[in-house]
């Protein structure tokens, strides 16, 4: 049995999932980032240091916007492998000495979700990307973008999508705003919610109910039982998109934008997700547009 995982009757919220303050190698902190993001329409943010397990709810200071809690594991795994992780989510106890694995698991055990960050500048393999049953990928990291070009994470989600169909895709802006990273406000991801509280944005982002973006938005969607709707900003491509070399697109280089469009969702593709992509090219992913089995919620 598979479940439409979207409900977009609530508000769109933007957020950034992956950042890092002067509480491990940023350059900016907490009261700085939350001025700097607030002012271009941010309405929350998760504190991911390295290894540094934040406590939002026993800061004292007033801030602009939503502070949540998480943090960014690194390491090798017992192949050598070198990984980033986002867990988002409040933990204790994570020690950098007790490796990349045990992190992992304590984490996971704790209740957070696990993102892995930046495969293509890490250098991850697809096998990578499957190996420990990863929560998300992420499809964009800003940074990585600015630093050396290997920003794209698409290739491991798809990999990730083989083994979970349900796994969910992040843009994020890694941000470190010092001399050598100054990129932020590259990536995001967009929460639909009833309310802007720590309850309902962790609800939304672990029940897949946002979608990432560089730009592009989604505005609704909806599914008929046969057909998907959606309401985008203007964008010059649709493309709905499933395993290998299924897919279908609308749009044209030479067409009126869309804004407004019915496409038809294949029953017997293992997964499917939307892709837009706008006049200058900068696109949005939804997550995969059904849950499936024990994973599906209402």
């Given at each position: 049995?598979?479940?439409?995982?979207?409900?977009?009757?609530?508000?769109?919220?933007?957020?950034?999932?992956?950042?890092?303050?002067?509480?491990?190698?940023?350059?900016?902190?907490?009261?700085?980032?939350?001025?700097?993001?607030?002012?271009?329409?941010?309405?929350?943010?998760?504190?991911?240091?390295?290894?540094?397990?934040?406590?939002?709810?026993?800061?004292?200071?007033?801030?602009?916007?939503?502070?949540?809690?998480?943090?960014?594991?690194?390491?090798?795994?017992?192949?050598?492998?070198?990984?980033?992780?986002?867990?988002?989510?409040?933990?204790?106890?994570?020690?950098?000495?007790?490796?990349?694995?045990?992190?992992?698991?304590?984490?996971?055990?704790?209740?957070?979700?696990?993102?892995?960050?930046?495969?293509?500048?890490?250098?991850?393999?697809?096998?990578?990307?499957?190996?420990?049953?990863?929560?998300?990928?992420?499809?964009?990291?800003?940074?990585?973008?600015?630093?050396?070009?290997?920003?794209?994470?698409?290739?491991?989600?798809d990999a990730a999508l083989k083994?979970?169909?349900?796994?969910?895709?992040?843009?994020?802006?890694?941000?470190?705003?010092?001399?050598?990273?100054?990129?932020?406000?590259?990536?995001?991801?967009?929460?639909?919610?009833?309310?802007?509280?720590?309850?309902?944005?962790?609800?939304?982002?672990?029940?897949?109910?946002?979608?990432?973006?560089?730009?592009?938005?989604?505005?609704?969607?909806?599914?008929?039982?046969?057909?998907?709707?959606?309401?985008?900003?203007?964008?010059?491509?649709?493309?709905?998109?499933?395993?290998?070399?299924?897919?279908?697109?609308?749009?044209?280089?030479?067409?009126?934008?869309?804004?407004d469009v019915k496409i038809p969702?294949?029953?017997?593709?293992?997964?499917?997700?939307?892709?837009?992509?706008?006049?200058?090219?900068?696109?949005?992913?939804?997550?995969?547009?059904?849950?499936?089995?024990?994973?599906?919620?209402?």
């Open positions: 049995m598979r479940t439409f995982r979207y409900d977009t009757s609530g508000q769109w919220l933007k957020g950034n999932v992956h950042l890092h303050s002067t509480a491990s190698d940023g350059g900016k902190s907490f009261p700085e980032l939350a001025a700097l993001y607030a002012a271009a329409g941010f309405r929350f943010l998760f504190r991911t240091d390295h290894w540094v397990s934040s406590d939002v709810a026993a800061d004292p200071e007033s801030y602009p916007l939503l502070w949540l809690d998480g943090t960014e594991l690194d390491g090798q795994d017992q192949t050598g492998a070198m990984f980033h992780v986002v867990c988002l989510g409040t933990t204790k106890g994570l020690k950098r000495e007790d490796g990349l694995v045990n992190g992992l698991k304590a984490a996971r055990e704790q209740g957070a979700l696990l993102i892995l960050a930046h495969p293509h500048w890490c250098g991850n393999s697809l096998e990578d990307a499957r190996r420990w049953g990863f929560d998300g990928v992420e499809v964009y990291n800003h940074v990585c973008h600015w630093l050396n070009g290997k920003s794209n994470g698409l290739v491991h989600w083994d979970n169909p349900s796994a969910q895709a992040f843009a994020v802006d890694d941000t470190h705003l010092r001399p050598e990273h100054p990129g932020w406000n590259g990536g995001w991801i967009v929460v639909n919610a009833a309310e802007c509280t720590r309850t309902a944005i962790l609800a939304a982002i672990r029940t897949g109910n946002y979608y990432s973006s560089c730009g592009p938005e989604f505005r609704s969607l909806a599914w008929d039982g046969k057909e998907l709707h959606l309401t985008t900003s203007p964008v010059r491509f649709v493309r709905i998109v499933g395993p290998a070399v299924r897919g279908e697109r609308l749009g044209t280089f030479a067409g009126p934008l869309l804004t969702v294949p029953r017997d593709w293992d997964y499917v997700y939307v892709e837009i992509e706008d006049h200058s090219g900068k696109r949005a992913w939804t997550n995969p547009l059904f849950v499936t089995g024990s994973r599906a919620n209402g």
